[in-house]
């Protein structure tokens, strides 16, 4: 991690907030007061880094942090309350695909990375991407869009789903030896095409009333996306609350899946009878 | 450079330790707020997204970047409001 000492500290307080947010809200009394705290800790880490001095211009900035914030109140005041679970998967889509862009932008802008931080850019790019399209389907499955009704899967789905990743793999691998510039880039984009077809796959074939778990599952990918991200960036803040929210969402997914009753496996690879152990 | 990720990967591993230990004997009536929540959370990657927009490079990057800050600000702002809502509804029962 680079940066003064202050904004190291700044970073590290918003860390603590979250941390604190995030169990006060895991209880019904404190839950109000947790998410006022998180959402501190939030303000404490974008102010903080609307003042480190790499920052050299500031018109993207605001244009993206008003346009942002515009549209993020404008959807969640005007959502109906019983379409929250998909406004969730909605946004957690786009939490995903910020992930896979600032990976990709960080790619065009610095020179002479390492092949660990090419690693992570990659990571980024596969965990960002395949939230974003499995959120969509989430959001699409959840607002009960006719087209996306039906359970769709193809045939030996989980063996198609790792071979997939296999190659998503073998591009990153491809993007941490290519030279710098074009190679890159086309790996990289290569990355993201894999992985959008894997997060269509993953989430297809995964009937309408396992959404809600679903959901909690990409939320803790987003979460995994963000640290993959502050690995690329070096910046602990990034990869405290992405890991904090990847490894609580798997806790919770866990927790959901008891409480209707299923098993994550059961509802992952459902429509594979006996096949559990696949993928 | 190796101490930078092997510090990195210390601060991640016990960032998911306590992730793993926050989260515990949730009621299901939390469930969704609690998602929610730790949906907009991970809207911090808007950090990363604010450096790359305001690069001294600019450029194509930086256009990339200022995507970023608009998706990840739809994220936390969405984030939090909707939780906030969530859990409004449940003082007034």
Redesign the interface.
């Known amino acids: 991690?680079t940066g003064s000492a202050p904004l190291l500290l700044a970073?590290l307080a918003?860390?603590l907030l979250?941390?604190l947010?995030?169990?006060q809200?895991?209880?019904?009394r404190s839950?109000?007061r947790?998410?006022v705290i998180?959402?501190m800790?939030?303000l404490v880490?974008?102010v903080a880094?609307?003042l480190?001095p790499?920052?050299?211009?500031?018109t993207?900035?605001v244009?993206?942090?008003i346009?942002?914030?515009a549209?993020?109140?404008y959807?969640?005041?005007s959502?109906e309350?019983t379409s929250?679970?998909q406004?969730?998967g909605l946004?957690?889509a786009?939490?995903g695909?910020?992930?896979t862009?600032?990976a990709?932008?960080?790619?065009?802008?610095s020179q002479n990375q390492?092949v660990?931080t090419l690693i992570a850019v990659g990571l980024s790019g596969l965990i960002g991407t395949v939230t974003f399209w499995g959120s969509l389907v989430a959001y699409a499955k959840l607002e009960e869009f006719k087209k996306f009704k039906k359970p769709f899967s193809l045939p030996m789905q989980p063996v198609i789903n790792g071979a997939l990743l296999l190659l998503a793999l073998v591009f990153i691998g491809m993007l941490a030896t290519a030279d710098a510039g074009t190679g890159q880039t086309t790996s990289y984009v290569l990355i993201l095409v894999v992985a959008s077809v894997l997060g269509l796959f993953l989430v297809l074939p995964i009937g309408g009333a396992d959404m809600?778990v679903v959901?909690?599952l990409m939320?803790s990918y987003?979460?995994l996306?963000?640290?993959a991200?502050?690995?690329?960036?070096?910046?602990?803040?990034?990869?405290?609350?992405?890991?904090?929210?990847?490894?609580?969402?798997?806790?919770?997914t866990q927790?959901?899946c008891k409480?209707m009753n299923r098993s994550l496996v059961n509802v992952l690879f459902g429509k594979m009878a006996g096949g559990s152990s696949g993928g | 450079?190796t101490a930078?990720?092997v510090?990195?990967l210390t601060?991640?591993?016990l960032?998911?330790?306590?992730?793993?230990e926050?989260?515990?004997k949730?009621?299901?009536?939390?469930?969704?707020?609690?998602?929610?929540?730790?949906?907009?959370?991970?809207?911090?990657?808007?950090?990363?997204?604010?450096?790359?927009?305001?690069?001294?490079?600019?450029?194509?990057?930086?256009?990339?970047?200022?995507?970023?800050?608009?998706?990840?600000?739809?994220?936390?702002?969405?984030?939090?409001?909707?939780?906030?809502?969530?859990?409004?509804?449940?003082?007034k029962r």
């Open positions: 991690m970073y918003s860390s979250f941390i947010g995030l169990k809200m895991s209880h019904p839950a109000v947790g998410i998180a959402s800790g939030m880490a974008i880094t609307l480190d790499q920052v050299a211009g500031y993207y900035i244009v993206g942090l346009v942002g914030s549209l993020g109140a959807l969640a005041l959502v309350m929250m679970p406004m969730v946004l957690n786009l939490g695909g910020a992930s862009l600032v990709w932008a960080d790619l065009e802008l390492t660990d809600p959901v909690s939320n987003s979460g996306a963000g640290a991200t502050g690995f690329v960036i070096d910046n602990n803040a990034l990869i405290i609350a992405g890991s904090l929210v990847g490894a609580s969402g798997v806790i919770l927790i959901m409480a | 450079k930078i990720l510090g990195s601060v991640f591993l960032a998911v330790f306590v992730g793993f926050v989260i515990t949730v009621p299901p009536t939390l469930h969704t707020p609690l998602m929610s929540g730790s949906n907009a959370i991970s809207g911090i990657t808007v950090v990363g997204a604010i450096l790359t927009a305001g690069h001294s490079l600019g450029g194509f990057g930086a256009i990339l970047g200022m995507l970023a800050v608009v998706l990840a600000m739809v994220n936390v702002v969405g984030g939090f409001l909707v939780t906030h809502r969530m859990l409004k509804m449940f003082k």
